[in-house]
């Protein structure tokens, strides 16, 4: 069983920040190959944020750079997004997505519940 946890988000004025952590559990977890952000407003299609794979370096949307950044705290099984300098077009749900190989050898998917932000202007 696995379990993967969103939490932090909120509403917060422009220009503030925000931190997010999403937090992956359960007794089947053997490896963590990847944990990244989504996120997806009303009326559009979910997209990524930013990425970590395991040993490399992170990527960003590039609506996001300069401004997120993504760490990972790998014996947590945790993973960050610092939000700053946050614009109200940041508003959405965010999705925390993880790719996990189990004690059984096989990978598969995970998606959090989401987490709320809301920038206002």
């Known amino acids: 069983q696995v379990q993967v946890v969103e939490s932090g988000g909120g509403l917060v004025q422009a220009g503030g920040s925000l931190r997010l952590s999403c937090a992956a559990s359960?007794?089947?977890?053997?490896?963590?190959?990847?944990m990244d952000w989504y996120r997806q407003a009303p009326g559009k299609q979910r997209e990524l944020v930013a990425g970590?794979?395991?040993?490399?370096?992170?990527n960003y949307a590039d609506s996001v750079k300069g401004r997120f950044t993504i760490s990972r705290d790998n014996a947590k099984n945790t993973v960050y997004l610092q939000m700053n300098s946050l614009k109200p077009e940041d508003t959405a749900v965010y999705y925390c997505?993880?790719?996990?190989?189990?004690?059984?050898?096989?990978?598969?998917?995970?998606w959090g519940q989401g987490t709320q932000v809301t920038v206002s202007s």
């Open positions: 359960g007794s089947d977890i053997f490896s963590i190959n990847l």
């Open positions: 997505h993880a790719e996990i190989r189990t004690v059984r050898g096989f990978s598969y998917s995970y």
């Open positions: 970590m794979i395991s040993g490399r370096s992170a």
